[in-house]
């Protein structure tokens, strides 16, 4: 097993904290070099004695030369770079096998807690499932480990110890025959097995237990199979060969270069003293052999080292722990009490001995925690404040009655409006917006939809005679009105700034200011007719319908636009209107201008006509504002068709 040696050293600031554990014997630097560091020491001395009682003095003076020469040659080995990469590679693959070894307490956990009950069957399942991964884990050890190997040498051996039953010893040796291979997966199918089973019979209720099980099963195999990599695939043998070389040669070459030799008669060179043990050459040859032997050591970590992996033990410590598991605790834990902080929910503290009052340390801080911001530095450095229009500035207040569904859905069309899109601009604050607004304390977005009564025209404003008369209003005046009082008309709001909005003059925006600029007529337009018939304060407004784009049909067909008198013609404006409302009673007229008109009359039966001085709350007009492209291109009072968009759709607005 692997010394440890930890627990004595618990305290690395008090003096001297290695020297009680360099006497230790087992498993030391001392019992792995001593029989290399004798017989180096006996080399050694025996050419000293030659060089010093055996030769001639011409001999000693050419074994001077040589000596010298070899001790000036044998520095040029790398030894700490080479002996330095080699062994902490060796290092890293102890490590990750010691890491690779599966433990089965966590499949037996997940086994006791997926497959409940006390009866025989469950009691079964639960044992075979745990001993079949012991199995395979003993099988795999038989191959990589010396201990194990001399443990359980057959499969008898494994059937005597428990692990393995007779019938299974004979379904294990007729696999043998039909290929050596090794089977240490073989227990773990069956085990698989087994779960099925259970799952089947309804002892397993759920298929995420199934797959939990299955994949600690399908761990433990990954393990296994890398244990049996590491110990075939091992460190490059040329690697191993070249470090070993180059230990060996450079203290062979160390036994003549580090020889010490008394000083020639009248020579004036300084000689090293003459001493009788080369102290300094044999702990470098401690030190190198010794990281070598490390490497040596730890190559094969399941060997039979001093500092190898006690495999054995392993084996009888994981059978007990996952029977015990799976089924002395089975089901079994002890009452449930009140903990003595069940009043006060969290202790305060945990108790302290006198021995360890000491240790009691708070809540560590943080590098930044007492780093203080300046106050001129926390301004924000990238976000300017932008100026909102008066409309804007109180739209953002919401209602207290508002849904917080509903203020993130105004908040996201605030947000889409800002951005000054065409669409948003001219449509989302009269048809209601895109989410069906529901404000009720906001004027800029009250709609019939929302309960709201829409504000009446400008009282202030009189009509002149001549106005009354010829239907149209000076456009000077319609202009000042409507910049003046936002350009109500028909209850829809214009914003003001849709006309004024700064534009990039490119293709793309000309042609949108210009569609601009006609819907803007359009409305002052249909504003002039409602004036010339006098359905100022006498026609209740229902709304506005923003039609999507429709797909274009056919040039050659009826249906692709909108004509009076057509059926289709009386099915939308049927389709945009309450059912309530009525039927048509007056046909299509078509103005000057392109503004097409339909009266719907409230009727309470089809039979029965109604005057046309109905009252306010039983009249509606339908308008459909016509695009100034058709009537540029046909140039008469053509029936109104949308827009075409570059996509081949037609668009428009219906406002009612």
């Not at 040859?285 to 050591?297: I, N, Q, S």
């Not at 449509?427 to 004027?443: I, M, P, Q």
């Not at 007056?586 to 001085?613: F, K, N, Y």
Request: hydrophobic share 35%.
């Amino acid at each position: 097993m692997t010394i440890s040696y930890a627990g004595e050293v618990p305290n690395g600031s008090s003096f001297g904290c290695f020297w009680r554990i360099l006497c230790k014997w087992r498993g030391s630097v001392y019992k792995l070099v001593w029989r290399e560091l004798l017989a180096y020491l006996t080399l050694y001395y025996t050419i000293n004695l030659v060089y010093r009682f055996a030769l001639t003095e011409p001999q000693q003076r050419i074994f001077e030369r040589v000596r010298q020469y070899f001790g000036a040659q044998s520095e040029s080995i790398p030894m700490s770079f080479v002996l330095g990469f080699y062994v902490s590679l060796v290092v890293k693959r102890w490590w990750e096998q010691y890491k690779l070894l599966p433990w089965p307490d966590t499949l037996a956990l997940f086994i006791s807690a997926g497959i409940p009950g006390a009866d025989e069957t469950g009691r079964l399942m639960r044992r075979n499932i745990v001993r079949y991964a012991i199995l395979a884990y003993v099988i795999t050890l038989q191959r990589v480990s010396l201990r194990v190997k001399r443990r359980f040498p057959s499969w008898q051996h494994v059937v005597d110890s428990g692990l393995m039953l007779e019938s299974e010893r004979k379904v294990f040796e007729k696999m043998d025959g039909k290929s050596p291979m090794s089977k240490y997966w073989m227990p773990l199918v069956w085990a698989t097995n087994i779960i099925n089973r259970a799952r089947k019979e309804g002892l397993i209720t759920s298929d995420h237990i199934v797959q939990t099980l299955l994949v600690e099963l399908s761990d433990i195999r990954r393990r296994l199979g890398g244990l049996i990599g590491y110990d075939t695939v091992c460190v490059p043998l040329v690697y191993t060969q070249v470090v070993t070389l180059s230990l060996y040669t450079y203290f062979v070459a160390a036994l003549m270069g580090r020889q010490l030799v008394p000083p020639a008669d009248g020579s004036t060179s300084k000689y090293e003293p003459d001493v009788y043990f080369p102290l300094f050459t044999a702990l470098q040859f401690c030190f190198y052999v010794g990281w070598l032997k490390v490497a040596e050591v730890l190559i094969n970590p399941f060997g039979e080292d001093d500092d190898d992996i006690e495999l054995n033990w392993l084996i009888d410590r994981h059978i007990k722990a996952a029977y015990m598991i799976v089924d002395e605790m089975h089901e079994e834990h002890p009452e449930l009490l009140k903990d003595q902080y069940w009043e006060e929910v969290v202790p305060k503290d945990l108790p302290y001995t006198v021995a360890s009052e000491h240790y009691r340390r708070h809540e560590p801080s943080c590098s930044a925690d007492h780093y203080k911001v300046k106050t001129e530095d926390a301004v924000y450095a990238n976000v300017q404040s932008t100026r909102k229009s008066h409309d804007e500035t109180y739209a953002d207040y919401e209602s207290v009655d508002t849904p917080l569904v509903e203020r993130r859905k105004n908040w996201f069309q605030r947000q889409i409006s800002r951005m000054g899109s065409v669409r948003s601009a001219s449509t989302a604050y009269s048809s209601g917006g895109f989410f069906g607004r529901n404000r009720h304390n906001s004027v800029v977005y009250s709609s019939p939809e929302a309960g709201q009564p829409i504000s009446p025209p400008n009282p202030h404003h009189k009509m002149s005679l001549y106005e009354r008369l010829v239907g149209r209003k000076s456009g000077r005046g319609q202009l000042r009105q409507n910049s003046k009082h936002g350009q109500k008309s028909n209850g829809s709001v214009i914003p003001t700034t849709l006309r004024n909005r700064p534009r990039i003059p490119t293709p793309e925006s000309k042609e949108v200011m210009d569609r601009e600029n006609r819907l803007a007529m359009g409305m002052q337009n249909m504003g002039v007719i409602m004036a010339h018939q006098g359905y100022q304060n006498e026609v209740p407004v229902l709304g506005a319908l923003v039609l999507s784009p429709i797909q274009e049909l056919d040039s050659g067909s009826v249906n692709n636009t909108l004509h009076a008198g057509q059926p289709g013609t009386t099915a939308l404006a049927q389709a945009v209107l309450s059912p309530g409302l009525g039927q048509v009673v007056s046909p299509v007229t078509l103005s000057p201008i392109g503004v097409s008109q339909i009266t719907l009359v409230r009727s309470s039966a089809p039979s029965t006509p109604r005057p046309e001085h109905a009252s306010a709350s039983s009249r509606a007009t339908v308008t459909e504002i016509q695009s100034d492209r058709e009537s540029e291109h046909s140039g008469t009072g053509t029936p109104s068709e949308f827009t075409r968009n570059p996509n081949g759709s037609k668009r428009g607005e219906v406002y009612v």
